[in-house]
T-cell receptor, first 108, second 113 residues
Framework: AQRVTQPEKLLSVFKGAPVELKCNYSYSGSPELFWYVQYSRQRLQLLLRHISRESIKGFTADLNKGETSFHLKKPFAQEEDSAMYYCALTSGNTPLVFGKGTRLSVIA | ETGVTQSPTHLIKTRGQQVTLRCSSQ?????VSWYQQALGQGPQFIFQYYREEENGRGNFPPRFSGLQFPNYSSELNVNALELDDSALYLC????????????FGEGSRLTVL
């Protein structure tokens, strides 16, 4: 069964500090991993996907199949990064499965 | 381009009642997925509709049912409401049924008393 674990419910960092939001998954096949973000009073939206290897709003995430992780990183946090972040997994033929989310709070 | 819209945004029901939630998919999208998000939890997959047919279902009882119409809009129906059905119900549309790139609506918040 597919499972996504986000071990931290809340992560608080100071502005300008590095950020790492952890995501671990369990899936025996070839997964597709995603990060979704929900800013205050906005809808849930896609932030980035591992297959595109892109950097969005300064965030990057590398799929580590050996450690079954897909941590989200940003070198310098900004106040506007404060939001709820969800890691999600699909195999392509299965529905998107979400973790419970991590609330990032960036302190000025 | 119109995004995903859901109605109603909020509603209150009592135990045993029935509810219908509606979703208009984004233009050009033929797939709609429904998720339930309880407080403090991530979205839980209920089911997906692709070209008017159910195309996958999560671990939800049969009293959760749905429809997709020829214009790809969709409904979620829940019968015999229980207190634990109180949650935010999210609709998401996508270009295909085999993608993790979903476009979400703002949700319908259901409270069951």
């Amino acid at each position: 069964a597919q499972r996504v674990t986000q071990p931290e419910k809340l992560l608080s960092v100071f502005k300008g500090a590095p950020v790492e939001l952890k995501c671990n998954y369990s899936y025996s096949g070839s997964p597709e991993l995603f990060w979704y973000v929900q800013y205050s009073r906005q809808r849930l939206q896609l932030l980035l996907r591992h297959i595109s290897r892109e950097s969005i709003k300064g965030f990057t995430a590398d799929l580590n199949k050996g450690e079954t992780s897909f941590h989200l990183k940003k070198p310098f946090a900004q106040e506007e990064d404060s939001a709820m972040y969800y890691c999600a997994l699909t195999s392509g033929n299965t529905p998107l499965v979400f973790g419970k989310g991590t609330r990032l709070s960036v302190i000025a | 381009e119109t995004g995903v819209t859901q109605s109603p945004t909020h509603l209150i029901k009592t135990r045993g009642q029935q509810v219908t939630l509606r979703c208009s998919s984004q233009s050009g999208h033929n797939t709609v997925s429904w998720y339930q998000q309880a407080l403090g939890q991530g979205p839980q997959f209920i089911f997906q509709y692709y070209r008017e047919e159910e195309n996958g279902r999560g671990n939800f009882p049969p009293r959760f049912s749905g429809l997709q119409f020829p214009n790809y809009s969709s409904e979620l129906n829940v019968n015999a409401l229980e207190l634990d059905d109180s949650a935010l119900y999210l609709c998401a549309s996508s270009l295909s049924s085999h993608t993790g790139e979903l476009f979400f609506g703002e949700g319908s918040r259901l409270t069951v008393l």
